[in-house]
């Protein structure tokens, strides 16, 4: 047990101190204490750190201050639990207010020794209030590979942030169990460069970086690129480009504004939820490059796939400060607006691979049928299969969150009309999407609101503003009469308490909320009442509801039998999978 | 100007130390600055105050904290703006972990030179975080007396808080302008005693004090007992025994529990919000001294009458730490069980006089018949008065904001049904209101619920829940489409912007809500027409909703018309006014 515990703490923040290192924090100054021990002894025992040692934790922090000052580089400060980091106060705000990069750690007790009356256990959670950049209580020390990354991802995110402008004041919390002693011997700090490299770009590429870049891509075979939401429009055409010419398909989100548009759309995978399912297939489609734009995909399929990978470069492209990576395995976060990322390294590519590519597009194209194939029965994607069929060019679709933005993500194939979908997908909540599609409404023609019966009747009060300001909107309402997505997730499988928790069936004849708001309705039950509703709704102002009613059950049913139905016919199909010819 | 500046600082800040003093403060420990200098003089000239000085404010916080844990009392310490706070952290800590009264008083700039890079500004807001008790930013200071009240009140306030229990900090933040000198001539701290007294129980009344508000009681000719929300309902017994013992009328608020149930009701005022608006009355009406129990009551009028007084002595007694008074009249500040407050006094005065009393009785019983015979239009005033004489013995009545609780403070008469009204008086807000009275529906029965339409829009949805678990409810939605009581306001004057900024009109027929949720309907336009509406809901289970239909402008042209016809009669029959036999 013990050894287990030590491995924890060892690996942990080994991990950690490397990768602040790595970053360029080489410096520390600590104040003894009993509960920093760990890191203490760590950062000693670093090779490449310099240490000094000051028992007021006052001077301390100016001391680390003034060095960061004179080098123009993070530094670290290390203290104790209790009182100790509150005596840190005052040079943190001088950090914040002088903008120097301070990298603030303090030992803590673990969760459960907290307000138990522990001797120096004081609330130390945003111990600086306002006046750090960034403040992050870290978990308990563990050693499985996740939380490894998940040390160094922090590392290099808080000295990003310190360093990122304006400089300043970070803060982590480090919650320490006893006994309190790291394995030295089982450390060797051999890579000095970090695995996760921070490129600070004022939304350019700064060109120190670039050659390493083009270098890394020009080695790979098998990159791909992943396009999330929150992209720029004005980005697509460049990603485009740059995909073109280094032979690199586009798993393209339906949100990402990729799929659809006049631009060329030779590289854009737009089946790849489906596809990326067929565990015989996976192996094949294996990168040896990801390159990231916007958040991540709202597929989970991918995700999962995403993580499967063994260790490979992945670069993490955002347009400002966000660190969109849950899976923690950028090893390359790049702040970069992403027109001009592309820019950087279009045009320096003279003999293009397009193998690997036309193994995807092949992939995608065979999905893509079989999905069209295999859809037999009357359901949700059915009818978001038809809906997008009849959006006219230049209309604008809001989607709700759950399964509306699941559906799309299935059947929103590539196509030359310029539609526009958008979601929230800040906190992806279900509330407040009837409000926000019709704020939408008023700065877009021909606009179409794809919901399931909970999120609607969720923000149902918002069409009041509708009626009131007169806007125009067709609303279809899925209503599979509760909530469906939970029909996907574990929890469907026992059905003790699930109708009641998870299914929550309302029973809501939306017609009578129709007449509350004088909007048009019609409800649908069929496949072949569906496009005239559509059509009926077209030739009227004001909001007209098209109540889809569909059945949780036959939904999931429906769906599973399609993706069975296409694993089983790719498996037989791409039987070989894909031979790297330049490894042959 | 300088003059006028001089003046304010000086007297605003001398009323807070004098009251600090008053309280028990006077010994303060001061780090040198520039920006506390106003407070720094104003100590030093205290004759009362022993001042300390210490450079390091680190050790200056430490030191007052020593001081205070060997004498057991509240101790201030004062420093200038910018980080010399933050060196306070340390021993503001150890204070909050240790239970030591700490008043830390930290000087900043005024809000124009915050983040604007002037020099020591940094944000001291929230300096100290979780760890004081308390944190206030203060208002610059100012001359008039409700805000020398204010200086008063909010010193006596930390005080209290710091020494109540658990002992720990209280943090003000005092921003002040330049010049930063006071003028010492102006200040004469004759009196130590303050005029605020903070009687801390521990839920009992400290036998130390009964004897002095004993004797004030006696004293008093003119006393009134104001029964505001958040009463204890167990504490009603006793409150009335207490006024009957004294002679004392009690003004009791709806929701005070007071007004309805099968105690004695000879002292209790049930028509003061519209009698105490008639201007000849109020000088017969002025209280000697006002015991306040609960939340101020909802009464504006009341607000105001209690406002206009001279200073008179005011206790607030309260069953908690609230510090339940926006009037700042309070004089004393009593931490006590209302219950156990009233038996202090109960059995202790021999010859009650009753000649106050009975004033008051016969104003509120004219009053009252003012109020019947002078109501004669239909509009929401009428309903409710229906309403609250066709509630059964035991029933709950929920009240929604703004003009429902209003009516009912006009309307609700004394009598010995045991009725129950509730509200939402924490945050007086119009959200929630439907499902809060459906919560309660689940422990009470005879449930109904009075409600305007906005507010009952506002929580239309609430309703799927009374459906889904079979509640019972009678709603009165009292529907003047709009919100009613901006016409009551100073805005409603100027019609250009009133009905879409105020008024906000729905246009909503609620009987389309009522099929959504499968609940009873029935709408009401004439009088004649709501009693047998109310009969007919009692027949079903379910959720009933009677809409009555009211008008706006109405409701307030024969609001005002009564008011002003129980003013004229009330000015005619009451002449002469009460006069004190004590003091002729």
Redesign the interface.
């Known amino acids: 047990m013990i050894d287990e515990h030590q491995e924890k703490l060892t690996h942990y923040l080994a991990a950690f101190i490397e990768e602040l290192v790595g970053n360029g924090v080489d410096e520390v100054v600590i104040s003894p204490g009993s509960r920093s021990t760990p890191l203490a002894l760590l950062f000693a025992h670093h090779p490449g750190v310099k240490t000094y040692t000051n028992v007021d934790e006052?001077s301390a922090a100016f001391f680390g201050l003034g060095i960061a000052k004179a080098k123009k580089k993070p530094v670290a400060i290390l203290c104790s639990s209790?009182?100790a980091g509150?005596?840190y106060?005052?040079a943190?705000?001088?950090a914040?207010?002088g903008k120097v990069p301070l990298i603030v750690l303090t030992a803590d007790r673990p969760h459960e020794l907290r307000e138990v009356g522990a001797p120096q256990a004081?609330?130390q959670i945003?111990?600086y209030?306002?006046?750090v950049k960034w403040s992050v209580d870290m978990a308990l020390p563990e050693s499985i590979p996740s939380m490894v990354k998940y040390a160094r991802s922090s590392a290099a995110r808080g000295v990003s942030i310190s360093t990122g402008y304006p400089q300043g004041p970070v803060h982590y919390n480090f919650p320490f169990r006893e006994p309190l002693i790291p394995n030295l011997q089982q450390v060797e700090f051999t890579s000095y460069q970090s695995v996760k490299t921070v490129i600070q770009g004022d939304r350019q590429l700064p060109s120190g970086y670039q050659h390493d870049l083009l270098d890394q891509l020009k080695k790979s075979n098998r990159g791909i690129v992943v396009c999330g939401p929150g992209i720029g429009e004005d980005a697509v055409q460049s990603i485009i480009a740059f995909a073109e010419e280094y032979g690199l398909p586009i798993l393209a989100d339906p949100l990402s504004f990729v799929r659809n548009g006049s631009h060329s759309k030779g590289n854009i995978m737009d089946c790849y939820d489906t596809f990326i399912r067929v565990d015989e297939l996976k192996e094949s489609l294996h990168p040896d490059l990801v390159i990231r734009f916007g958040a991540m995909p709202v597929s989970k399929a991918l995700m999962l796939f995403l993580k499967s990978m063994p260790d490979i470069p992945t670069w993490v492209v955002s347009n400002g400060e966000e660190w969109q990576d849950p899976t923690a395995r950028g090893t390359h976060y790049i702040q970069c607006e992403e027109n001009l990322f592309c820019q950087a390294f279009i045009g320096k590519n003279d003999k293009p691979d397009r193998e690997w590519l036309e193994y995807w597009v092949g992939v995608n194209d065979e999905t893509k049928g079989l999905l069209n194939d295999g859809h037999e029965s009357w359901d949700e994607g059915k009818a978001v299969h038809h809906l997008i069929r009849h959006l006219p060019d230049g209309a604008t679709l809001f989607s709700s969150n759950s399964m509306p933005i699941r559906d799309l993500d299935t059947f929103l194939f590539t196509d030359d009309r310029s539609i526009r979908i958008f979601a929230n997908r800040g906190a992806n909540g279900i509330d407040g999407v009837v409000s926000t599609a019709l704020g939408m409404s008023t700065g877009s023609q021909s606009m179409y609101l794809l919901i399931g019966d909970l999120a609607f009747?969720?923000d149902?009060?918002g069409l009041?503003t509708a009626r009131k300001y007169q806007l125009d909107m067709t609303i279809i309402v899925m209503n599979n009469n509760g909530g469906g997505i939970f029909s996907y997730l574990p929890q469907a499988t026992d059905q003790t308490h699930f109708e009641d928790l998870f299914g929550t069936p309302?029973?809501?004849?939306?017609a009578?909320?129709a007449?509350?708001?004088g909007a048009g309705y019609s409800k649908v039950s069929a496949e072949e009442e569906f496009i005239p509703a559509l059509m009926e709704a077209d030739q009227y102002k004001g909001i007209n509801i098209i109540e889809v009613m569909t059945n949780r059950e036959e939904n999931v049913a429906n769906h599973r039998k399609l993706w069975n139905f296409v694993s089983r016919e790719m498996t037989r199909k791409m039987k070989g999978g894909y031979r790297d010819s330049s490894s042959e």
């Open positions: 006052r209790g009182t509150a005596n106060y005052p943190v705000i001088e914040r207010y004081i609330n945003d111990l209030g306002k006046h009747f969720h149902l009060n009041l309302m029973d809501l004849d939306f009578h909320a007449k509350l708001y």
